[in-house]
């Protein structure tokens, strides 16, 4: 059965820096997707990113951006610049391609310091 | 587009209540799913159908639980009877065809249900 590990349960960030969220997966397949999703204050589940398995360049949206390390099941979120609002519960996802089914990880809450 | 909608947004009962979740998914979108978030297993699927066909519902936690879809444009969850353990936040999230590329999963704001 495949599963997604996110080993940080909370992290912090100072505004303008870096941080990067960590996930690994397990899964014995080779055509899938990954997600990251934000669930901020208001529960919300936005998606963030997402990064298709066969594709061996990283996803980058604005101040996001992936690192998918595919041999070693790794999927980890970068977060440049660091904004207040960013500031949320951060879910990593997987999903074979021939279903529908999101199995998703345990989160990380991403604090954010002024 | 008004996005997924999901009612009630908040819902108290008391144990042994019958409890209904409804769900109204993006137009045109041919997949629903019905998912649960608690702080020990964080969020799991329940159940998902596909043009108002239940697909897959392993995750139905017990007979306690049915979920319904008589329609493109709504579906509900239902619990009876409810217990404690049953409190959550449920979502429901729907999805458009299969052969769309990343088949993105689009949430609705979830409905917080605590059976006392």
């Given at each position: 059965?495949?599963?997604?590990?996110?080993?940080?349960p909370?992290?912090?960030?100072?505004?303008?820096?870096?941080?990067?969220?960590?996930?690994?997966?397990?899964?014995?397949?080779?055509?899938?997707?990954?997600?990251?999703y934000k669930?901020?204050?208001?529960?919300?589940?936005?998606?963030?990113?997402?990064?298709e398995?066969?594709?061996q360049?990283?996803?980058?949206?604005?101040r996001?951006?992936?690192?998918f390390?595919?041999?070693?099941?790794?999927?980890?979120l970068?977060?440049?610049?660091?904004?207040?609002?960013d500031?949320?519960?951060?879910?990593?996802?997987?999903?074979?391609?021939a279903?529908?089914?999101?199995?998703?990880?345990?989160?990380?809450?991403?604090?954010?310091?002024? | 587009?008004?996005?997924?909608?999901?009612?009630?947004?908040?819902?108290v009962?008391?144990?042994?209540?019958?409890?209904?979740?409804?769900?109204?998914?993006?137009?045109?979108?041919?997949y629903?799913?019905?998912?649960?978030?608690?702080?020990?297993?964080?969020?799991?699927?329940?159940?998902?159908?596909?043009?108002?066909?239940?697909?897959?519902?392993?995750?139905?936690?017990?007979?306690?639980?049915?979920?319904?879809?008589?329609?493109?444009?709504?579906?509900?969850?239902?619990?009876?009877?409810?217990e404690?353990?049953?409190?959550?936040?449920?979502?429901?999230?729907?999805?458009?065809?299969?052969?769309?590329?990343?088949?993105?999963?689009?949430?609705?704001?979830?409905?917080?249900?605590?059976?006392?």
């Amino acid at each position: 059965a495949q599963t997604v590990t996110q080993s940080q349960p909370e992290m912090s960030v100072q505004e303008a820096e870096t941080v990067t969220l960590s996930c690994t997966y397990d899964t014995s397949e080779s055509d899938y997707y990954l997600f990251w999703y934000k669930q901020p204050p208001s529960r919300q589940m936005i998606l963030v990113i997402r990064q298709e398995a066969y594709k061996q360049q990283n996803a980058t949206e604005n101040r996001f951006s992936v690192n998918f390390q595919k041999a070693a099941k790794s999927f980890s979120l970068k977060i440049s610049d660091s904004q207040l609002g960013d500031a949320a519960m951060y879910f990593c996802a997987y999903r074979r391609s021939a279903t529908n089914k999101l199995i998703f990880g345990t989160g990380t809450l991403l604090a954010v310091q002024p | 587009d008004a996005g997924v909608i999901q009612s009630p947004r908040h819902e108290v009962t008391e144990m042994g209540q019958e409890v209904t979740l409804r769900c109204k998914p993006i137009s045109g979108h041919d997949y629903l799913f019905w998912y649960r978030q608690t702080m020990m297993r964080g969020l799991e699927l329940l159940i998902y159908f596909n043009n108002n066909v239940p697909i897959d519902d392993s995750g139905m936690p017990e007979d306690r639980f049915s979920a319904k879809m008589p329609n493109a444009s709504f579906s509900t969850l239902k619990i009876q009877p409810s217990e404690p353990r049953d409190s959550a936040v449920y979502f429901c999230a729907s999805s458009p065809l299969q052969g769309a590329a990343y088949n993105e999963q689009f949430f609705g704001p979830g409905t917080r249900l605590t059976v006392l």
